[in-house]
């Protein structure tokens, strides 16, 4: 395989460059229909708008395999199949926000809340959940997060990538309705999964498989199922992955200064 480059953050700007482009030329044009900015019926649009999801998966098999050709698309891959890591990362990924979500929402409805305390995916929605989650975490932890720490360190790294991630769903989240004016609550929301994400990705040497589902795991209580009639599943589960990111990331960087200081593994 071709060595990484000297910068390792020097192939991270045309990935996101890619994956907008891919995402936002494919789901825009549905949004301005949907607002009356284009013609045509807007389901029209909806096909192009579902193979949006794929822009950081894209963006990502083409940089690799301009790095390394085949090798370099292995290279990304493999860490999918990264499995042996400790029970206990798996029950943090899959379980441990969702249930701290639940938690809350049972208190808020101790407190005259009427709603669910859980979101699960319904009409077989689990199996289009894993999809999202693994053609995103190709790209956001499985291309670009170890190329921005080794540059940035860990915690910036995680707080650049969750704007970047959250940028990123925008036509989406207005394709669904949701309300602008939740701009700071999803910021939080994006920027506090993205520290949990990369805590439990140093955690498990780079396991990509975790991170899939790290991610699957958001949607198996998805507060965004409330929007847009009930904000408050969303704050919650904002605060629930600000508190836990911010937790486990100082207490990474304070007992292993110089962990996650990412690695672009060969193995």
Do not use: K
Request: glycine content about 12%; charged content about 10%; proline content about 7%.
């Amino acid at each position: 395989m071709a060595a990484p480059s000297s910068s390792p953050s020097s192939a991270t700007a045309p990935f996101f460059l890619l994956a907008f482009a891919i995402t936002w030329g494919l789901q825009l044009p549905g949004v301005l229909a949907q607002g009356g900015l284009l013609p045509g019926d807007v389901q029209l649009y909806m096909p192009f708008a579902g193979l949006g999801i794929f822009g950081p998966l894209i963006a990502a098999l083409v940089l690799a395999w301009r790095e390394g050709r085949g090798s370099g698309v292995r290279t990304l891959l493999r860490p999918l199949l990264r499995w042996r890591v400790h029970l206990g990362w798996y029950l943090m990924a899959l379980l441990v926000p969702a249930t701290l979500l639940a938690l809350v929402l049972l208190g808020l409805n101790t407190g005259g809340r009427t709603g669910p305390v859980v979101y699960f995916p319904v009409n077989g929605a689990i199996g289009f959940a894993l999809v999202i989650s693994l053609v995103e975490e190709v790209g956001w932890r499985g291309f670009a997060l170890p190329r921005l720490q080794r540059r940035f360190g860990p915690f910036a790294a995680s707080t650049l990538l969750g704007v970047l991630w959250y940028l990123w769903h925008l036509p989406m989240f207005l394709g669904m309705g949701v309300p602008l004016d939740l701009v700071l609550v999803m910021l939080l929301y994006f920027v506090g999964a993205s520290l949990l994400m990369t805590w439990i990705y140093n955690g498990t040497e780079g396991s990509l498989l975790l991170m899939v589902l790290a991610h699957l795991g958001a949607h198996l209580n998805n507060s965004h199922r409330a929007l847009p009639d009930e904000v408050a599943p969303l704050v919650a589960h904002a605060i629930v992955y600000a508190g836990l990111g911010l937790v486990v990331m100082r207490r990474a960087l304070r007992t292993q200064p110089s962990a996650g200081v990412a690695t672009i593994r060969n193995n």
